[in-house]
């Protein structure tokens, strides 16, 4: 049976993705449109209700970008605790050993050009 994520991190996730839908659901147009409709209503002016929509955006992506950085360190120790390496890791070990091998190829082709007897 599969491993299941902990509800923590099921919870991280959740959060995660309703900040960003969040986010990008309110757009300039949307909330211009908000700020209209409380303003009709009577309960703020529409250039209040437009900052306080602004700025409840700006939160909501503030949030967004939080909730993503936690989650991406909690993926991160995950992935450790598997014994799984990262991109980046993987990328570096491969330059390690294209590096290693070029300098076993010179140093095989040194060794040919010493054996090979002179004319």
Do not use: F
């Amino acid at each position: 049976m599969p491993d299941r994520p902990s509800p923590g991190a099921r919870e991280l996730l959740e959060r995660l993705v309703l900040a960003a839908v969040g986010a990008v659901a309110l757009t300039a147009e949307r909330i211009e449109q908000l700020a209209e409709e409380l303003a009709e209503r009577g309960s703020m002016s529409r250039d209040e209700a437009r900052q306080t929509l602004e700025d409840a955006v700006t939160r909501w992506r503030g949030d967004a970008t939080r909730v993503a950085e936690r989650a991406g360190e909690s993926l991160e120790g995950l992935l450790r605790q598997l014994g799984l390496v990262t991109r980046d890791e993987y990328e570096e070990l491969e330059l390690r050993v294209a590096q290693l091998e070029h300098r076993l190829r010179l140093l095989e082709a040194e060794q040919e050009a010493a054996k090979a007897p002179a004319r």
